[in-house]
């Protein structure tokens, strides 16, 4: 493996245990509010975007529309998120997060930005602003790869 391909490889691998960790991190905090990681990452999504339907949200995510539909059914009965049915064709059932499902993303999401931020500030003076451009540009060329597939 050349140089260059080594610090890629290990870059990839970074990248990886990065994720998992802060993965871990939030699913202890979730735990305590009764919350799975999976269920977390569709009240995320549905925080993004205006109200969705369930095709929608199943596309975004790349998960089966039946994985959707459970966790969904779960966030509903919790009150985290309401379905209801378009004006115009009933056959049409939009997702929107409650005021509790925001308030509950907003919660997790202060919590992970702090583990973050104490991250980043644990190694000195980092451009914090030169780090997002770099990685929204590496997500971005990886994200139009995949949809040109």
Known sequence: MSDNNHVINDLEHL????????N?????????????????????RLSLEKPMTIGDLHRQMYLAPATITGLVDGLVENGLV???????????????????????VDEVLNYRIAKLKAALGS??????AQLHSCLEGLYDWLH???RKK
């Not at 990248?15 to 802060?22: T, V």
């Not at 379905?83 to 005021?99: A, G, I, Q, S």
């Not at 190694?123 to 914090?128: I, L, P």
């Open 82 to 104: 309401n379905r209801y049915r378009d004006e115009t064709d009933r056959r049409v059932v939009y997702l929107k997060l409650t005021p509790q499902g925001k308030a509950l």
């Open 15 to 22: 990248f990886w245990s990065l994720n998992q960790i802060l």
């Open 123 to 128: 190694q000195g003076n980092v451009d914090t």
């Open 24 to 44: 871990q991190i939030t699913k202890c905090y979730l735990a305590d509010k009764g919350l799975s990681m999976p269920r977390f990452w569709v009240l995320r």
């Open 144 to 146: 139009d790869s995949v």
